[in-house]
């Protein structure tokens, strides 16, 4: 028995006994293991596949089977020396802890991980959402005794709008300009699916031509029983541009600085991002069509969710951290922010 | 309020001009009435409401909001008037949209002291892109990059009509239109365009193809100076008096003292330029600082007073002139020339033309900087609004040209999609490094916008959002040959330059960049002064 003298916060103590921030990224030291390392390191728990949560060379990787599926796909079948897939909500022994994965909402396979030893428990939240998404479990609220939350849209300005209508805003567009190719800039795993969801949901039946780089995705989602419509590749035969007339075709954004956009009819550039809410950001992409549509929380899902939970302790990380943690401070709250490094805001390209 | 906040929402992404008329015009087929009306005099700024002042926006803000989330969100943001949009708490209840002609009545109702609390209760309704429309509208700060002219080009696309149509009444019309709406939906009369100082539509002229000047015999032409200042129409008559730009806007406000010199009851055409204290006539530059003002002080008045150079009369008294032949309006107006202020007029003179190897002499010669080419008008022309084929042409002098050094480039829109084609280019500096001029962005083929875009991609140093910065080294760089119209000192601009109308000439892969042109080559192109 770990005898230590009486603290006035028994409970951070205990935290930074459970999970502590290194360069690699969180680290458990009783499980000895890190979660969303940003480096190799012998065991990592992934929480979802974006390629800043989810690199290749891992020792053992324990992940859903969907995060595990999608790093072969991306990373290649030996990205890790062994993997082990975690079933949703299924307690695991590792070390001196145990952990539990939960669904994120963020994308297909995106999960919470609850770290807990001695009935303490923390709830590493990876990237989440709360608005529905019909191409990934929903986010399942999970207390604990910290809640450690993202904060990519972590400013008050972050209100994200009915993501169907913006949805709606791509098809006006397209009845309003049928004469031009409308072309939506997209990440490749989980916005892509998530637009042509939204974009079947307004009622778009027709086809929606799809990138080589989304090709495969789209293809893995329509194999867990995601149903995505007709998805045509975006490839044309010589002088055939204008078959694209009147289109969508959706690709990722760095494919549209480059030769691949001059084979479809005036093109119309839209992309999809939480970050089009801000106009600066838009115009400096050179947009024409910004579509407010994110996988992460905006500012009143966080809040909320912090609510929701009433943690503790909030740790706060990548993202606008001092707001956020301006906002606990405010609701009486206790939190922190992690500043844990090498995690982007929400792949741009 | 809805419609009117997605059309500002899209106007503001939208840079083509086409892509902004189909958005104007279909805004105008599918709000309704007085809404439409309205939200064409925001666009066109003959609507202002300047409500609010940012300080007190920030005020209702802080009231709401944490002051240090809010300074977060403002330096994240940029723009204050969008942040408060975007984090505005949002209240219970649902969100309203309001037509937009409620929004700007209760506007224009509230007396200074209530106009806070206006705004605040409508900021309360309305969902995030109507509080953006909303603080745009109250902080009299919409710009969305469309022009009066290009409104007035909606509004007869709109209806099927001739923009010139639009321009003869305009003045006559006030917000909400509701007169010209129901003309252009074919459920009203036309409206009589105003009775008072009309503006009448003015006739332009075509570029003269040089190789048409063999089939046009030089005795059916009078030829005269164009002059580089802007173009304006005169008005006096007993209901008042009146300057109009070229589109028909009135620029009255700006120009008083040219309007109180307009004793005489008549309609002039001419050229709109301002004097130096010596008298003699100031560049386009010294024009500028009198442009795009609603007033003016008086210090402005004494320093660059107002000058008009009559070309054309089309009323005098009882007399309409439109369709007399020009030959017969020439004489009319030199004889009320003789009447006016010599301190505030005069006719431009007519250039003696007996072959057109005379003609191109003068042009290629002109004695004074503030004239920009010649221009030819057929004796027997009536005055013809828009620009009839045949009757008026306009020769414009040779730009200058510069050669300078590719700097930056910028990716496109719409069919240049996926090309670099918009072009930053710099000249040498004394300590030998490269300032920036200018930018171009057309002047050149599909092929050649291929073969820069090639050179680009292969030339990268460094890249910023869409704009790549490329190689340009005295023995490695791409030079261009720019032509432009004219060049004026500007403060705005690092190297303390700007040019007029520039485009790119030549290409010139065989120029290395160490023999481009030095900002002391264009330095001494300024106009004195």
Same mark, same amino acid.
């Given at each position: *028995?770990?005898?230590?003298?009486?603290?006035?916060?028994?409970?951070? *103590?205990?935290?930074?006994?459970?999970?502590?921030?290194?360069?690699?990224?969180?680290?458990?030291?009783?499980?000895?293991?890190?979660?969303?390392?940003?480096?190799?390191?012998? @065991?990592?728990?992934?929480?979802?596949?974006?390629?800043?949560?989810?690199?290749?060379?891992? /020792?053992?990787?324990?992940?859903?089977?969907?995060?595990?599926?999608? *790093?072969?796909? @991306?990373?290649?079948?030996?990205?890790?020396?062994?993997?082990?897939?975690?079933?949703? +909500?299924?307690?695991?022994?590792? /070390?001196?802890?145990?952990?539990?994965?939960?669904?994120?909402?963020?994308?297909?396979?995106?999960?919470?991980?609850?770290?807990?030893?001695?009935?303490?428990?923390?709830?590493?939240? /990876?990237?989440?959402?709360?608005?529905?998404?019909?191409?990934?479990?929903?986010?399942?609220?999970?207390?604990?005794?910290?809640?450690?939350?993202?904060?990519?849209?972590?400013?008050?300005?972050?209100?994200?709008?009915?993501?169907?209508?913006?949805?709606?805003?791509?098809?006006?567009?397209?009845?309003?300009?049928?004469?031009?190719?409308?072309?939506?800039?997209?990440?490749?795993?989980?916005?892509?699916?998530?637009?042509?969801?939204?974009?079947?949901?307004?009622?778009?039946?027709?086809?929606?031509?799809?990138? +080589?780089?989304? @090709? $495969?995705?789209?293809?893995?989602?329509?194999?867990?029983?995601?149903?995505?419509?007709?998805?045509?590749?975006?490839?044309?035969?010589?002088?055939?541009?204008?078959?694209?007339?009147?289109?969508?075709?959706?690709?990722?954004?760095?494919?549209?600085?480059?030769?691949?956009?001059?084979?479809?009819?005036?093109?119309?550039?839209?992309?999809?991002?939480?970050? *089009?809410?801000? $106009?600066?950001?838009?115009?400096?992409? /050179?947009?024409?069509?910004?579509?407010?549509?994110?996988?992460?929380?905006?500012?009143?899902?966080?809040?909320?969710?912090?609510?929701?939970?009433?943690?503790?302790?909030?740790?706060?990380?990548?993202?606008?951290?001092?707001?956020?943690?301006?906002?606990?401070?405010?609701?009486? $709250?206790?939190?922190?922010?992690?500043?844990?490094?090498?995690?982007?805001?929400?792949?741009?390209? | 309020?809805?419609?009117?906040?997605?059309?500002?929402?899209?106007?503001?992404?939208?840079?083509?001009?086409?892509? #902004?008329?189909?958005?104007?015009?279909?805004?105008?087929?599918?709000?309704?009435?007085?809404?439409?009306?309205?939200?064409?005099?925001?666009?066109?700024?003959?609507?202002?409401?300047?409500?609010?002042?940012?300080?007190?926006?920030?005020?209702?803000?802080?009231?709401?909001?944490?002051?240090?989330?809010?300074?977060?969100?403002?330096?994240?943001?940029?723009?204050? &008037?969008?942040?408060?949009?975007?984090?505005?708490?949002?209240?219970?209840?649902?969100?309203?949209?309001?037509?937009?002609?409620?929004?700007?009545?209760?506007?224009?109702?509230?007396?200074?002291?209530?106009?806070?609390?206006?705004?605040?209760?409508?900021?309360?309704?309305?969902?995030?892109?109507? =509080?953006?429309?909303?603080? #745009?509208?109250?902080?009299?700060?919409?710009?969305?990059?469309?022009?009066?002219?290009?409104?007035?080009?909606?509004?007869?696309?709109?209806?099927?009509?001739?923009?010139?149509?639009?321009?003869?009444?305009?003045?006559?019309?006030?917000?909400?239109?509701?007169?010209?709406?129901?003309?252009?939906?074919?459920?009203?009369?036309?409206?009589?365009?105003?009775?008072?100082?009309?503006?009448?539509?003015?006739?332009? &002229?075509?570029?003269?193809?040089?190789?048409?000047?063999?089939?046009?015999?030089?005795?059916?032409?009078?030829?005269?100076?164009?002059?580089?200042?802007?173009?304006?129409?005169?008005?006096?008559?007993?209901?008042?008096?009146?300057?109009?730009?070229?589109?028909?806007?009135?620029?009255?406000?700006?120009?008083?003292?040219?309007?109180?010199?307009?004793?005489?009851?008549?309609?002039?055409?001419?050229?709109?330029?301002?004097?130096?204290?010596?008298?003699?006539?100031?560049?386009?530059?010294?024009?500028?600082?009198?442009?795009?003002?609603?007033?003016?002080?008086?210090?402005?008045?004494?320093?660059?007073?107002?000058?008009?150079?009559?070309?054309?009369?089309?009323?005098?008294?009882?007399?309409?002139?439109?369709?007399?032949?020009?030959?017969?309006?020439?004489?009319?107006?030199?004889?009320?020339?003789?009447?006016?202020?010599?301190?505030?007029?005069?006719?431009?003179?007519?250039?003696?033309?007996?072959?057109?190897?005379?003609?191109?002499?003068?042009?290629?010669?002109?004695?004074?900087?503030?004239?920009?080419?010649?221009?030819?008008?057929?004796?027997?022309?009536?005055?013809?609004?828009?620009?009839?084929?045949?009757?008026?042409?306009?020769?414009?002098?040779?730009?200058?040209?510069?050669?300078?050094?590719?700097?930056?480039?910028?990716?496109?829109?719409?069919?240049?999609?996926?090309?670099?084609?918009?072009?930053?280019?710099?000249?040498?500096?004394?300590?030998?490094?490269?300032?920036?001029?200018?930018?171009?962005?057309?002047?050149?083929?599909?092929?050649?916008?291929?073969?820069?875009?090639?050179?680009?991609?292969?030339?990268?140093?460094?890249?910023?959002?869409?704009?790549?910065?490329?190689?340009?080294?005295?023995?490695?760089?791409?030079?261009?040959?720019?032509?432009?119209?004219?060049?004026?000192?500007?403060?705005?601009?690092?190297?303390?330059?700007?040019?007029?109308?520039?485009?790119?000439?030549?290409? =010139?892969?065989?120029?290395?960049?160490?023999?481009?042109?030095?900002?002391?080559?264009?330095?001494?192109?300024?106009?004195?002064?």
């Amino acid at each position: *028995m770990d005898v230590r003298p009486a603290r006035p916060k028994p409970n951070v *103590m205990h935290a930074a006994d459970l999970l502590v921030p290194r360069p690699e990224g969180l680290y458990c030291p009783p499980g000895d293991f890190f979660i969303d390392p940003t480096r190799p390191v012998a @065991r990592a728990l992934v929480t979802h596949a974006h390629s800043d949560h989810a690199i290749a060379g891992h /020792g053992a990787v324990l992940a859903t089977r969907e995060t595990l599926d999608i *790093m072969a796909i @991306r990373l290649g079948a030996g990205f890790a020396g062994t993997t082990q897939t975690a079933v949703r +909500g299924e307690t695991i022994g590792l /070390g001196g802890a145990t952990v539990s994965f939960h669904p994120a909402g963020h994308v297909l396979g995106s999960a919470q991980v609850a770290v807990e030893k001695d009935g303490f428990r923390i709830v590493a939240a /990876g990237d989440y959402k709360r608005s529905p998404d019909p191409t990934c479990a929903g986010f399942e609220p999970v207390r604990g005794d910290i809640f450690i939350t993202e904060a990519t849209f972590g400013l008050p300005v972050f209100r994200h709008p009915s993501p169907l209508g913006e949805a709606q805003k791509l098809l006006h567009s397209l009845a309003q300009f049928p004469e031009r190719s409308h072309l939506v800039g997209v990440y490749a795993l989980g916005k892509a699916q998530r637009l042509i969801a939204l974009l079947r949901a307004a009622g778009h039946a027709g086809p929606i031509y799809v990138h +080589g780089a989304l @090709r $495969r995705l789209c293809d893995y989602y329509a194999s867990r029983g995601v149903d995505l419509g007709e998805l045509p590749d975006a490839t044309v035969g010589r002088g055939r541009a204008r078959d694209f007339a009147g289109q969508i075709v959706l690709g990722p954004t760095s494919a549209f600085a480059g030769p691949w956009v001059r084979r479809f009819a005036d093109p119309l550039i839209g992309f999809a991002s939480g970050w *089009m809410q801000v $106009r600066a950001r838009a115009r400096q992409r /050179g947009v024409e069509l910004p579509l407010v549509i994110s996988d992460h929380a905006d500012w009143s899902e966080l809040t909320a969710t912090i609510d929701e939970l009433d943690p503790t302790e909030v740790w706060v990380t990548h993202g606008r951290e001092e707001a956020l943690v301006r906002w606990c401070s405010l609701a009486g $709250r206790r939190a922190r922010p992690l500043h844990l490094v090498g995690y982007e805001d929400e792949a741009e390209d | 309020m809805r419609r009117f906040a997605e059309l500002l929402e899209r106007l503001a992404f939208t840079p083509a001009r086409n892509g #902004k008329l189909r958005l104007l015009t279909d805004y105008l087929a599918a709000a309704p009435d007085p809404d439409r009306g309205w939200g064409i005099a925001a666009i066109t700024r003959d609507l202002t409401l300047d409500a609010v002042k940012p300080a007190m926006l920030r005020a209702l803000t802080e009231a709401r909001v944490d002051p240090e989330l809010l300074a977060l969100s403002h330096d994240f943001v940029g723009d204050l &008037a969008e942040t408060i949009a975007l984090i505005w708490p949002p209240t219970p209840g649902p969100v309203a949209d309001p037509p937009l002609a409620e929004v700007i009545d209760r506007l224009r109702g509230a007396s200074r002291r209530e106009a806070p609390q206006v705004v605040e209760r409508l900021l309360d309704r309305l969902d995030a892109s109507g =509080r953006f429309a909303l603080l #745009k509208l109250v902080t009299g700060g919409l710009r969305v990059g469309v022009s009066a002219r290009l409104a007035k080009q909606a509004l007869a696309d709109f209806g099927g009509r001739d923009v010139t149509e639009i321009e003869e009444l305009w003045h006559g019309l006030a917000p909400p239109y509701l007169g010209l709406f129901a003309w252009l939906a074919g459920t009203g009369p036309k409206p009589m365009p105003r009775a008072a100082a009309p503006f009448r539509p003015v006739m332009l &002229a075509h570029a003269l193809d040089v190789a048409d000047l063999a089939k046009l015999d030089p005795a059916d032409f009078l030829a005269e100076w164009k002059w580089d200042g802007i173009r304006v129409q005169a008005v006096s008559d007993a209901g008042g008096r009146r300057l109009y730009s070229r589109t028909g806007d009135d620029i009255s406000g700006a120009f008083p003292d040219l309007v109180d010199a307009l004793a005489f009851d008549a309609t002039l055409d001419g050229e709109l330029l301002v004097r130096r204290p010596d008298g003699s006539i100031a560049t386009f530059s010294d024009l500028q600082q009198r442009l795009n003002r609603k007033t003016v002080t008086a210090a402005q008045l004494a320093r660059y007073p107002a000058h008009l150079r009559a070309y054309d009369l089309l009323q005098a008294g009882a007399r309409d002139l439109l369709a007399e032949p020009f030959a017969a309006r020439r004489a009319a107006l030199e004889a009320l020339g003789a009447t006016l202020d010599p301190g505030r007029f005069d006719l431009s003179p007519l250039l003696p033309v007996a072959s057109w190897d005379d003609l191109a002499a003068l042009r290629a010669a002109p004695p004074d900087p503030v004239i920009e080419g010649v221009m030819l008008k057929r004796r027997d022309s009536p005055y013809v609004p828009g620009r009839p084929k045949g009757l008026w042409f306009k020769w414009k002098r040779d730009p200058h040209t510069v050669d300078a050094v590719l700097m930056y480039a910028q990716r496109g829109h719409g069919k240049r999609s996926g090309f670099y084609s918009d072009y930053t280019f710099g000249v040498w500096t004394e300590d030998g490094a490269l300032t920036p001029v200018g930018k171009a962005y057309f002047g050149f083929t599909d092929a050649e916008l291929a073969e820069i875009d090639r050179w680009v991609r292969s030339n990268t140093t460094e890249r910023f959002g869409p704009v790549r910065a490329v190689r340009a080294e005295p023995d490695h760089g791409l030079v261009l040959e720019v032509a432009f119209e004219g060049l004026a000192r500007s403060a705005r601009h690092r190297s303390g330059l700007a040019m007029r109308f520039p485009r790119i000439a030549r290409l =010139r892969w065989d120029k290395p960049p160490s023999e481009a042109d030095t900002l002391e080559t264009l330095e001494a192109l300024l106009p004195e002064g």
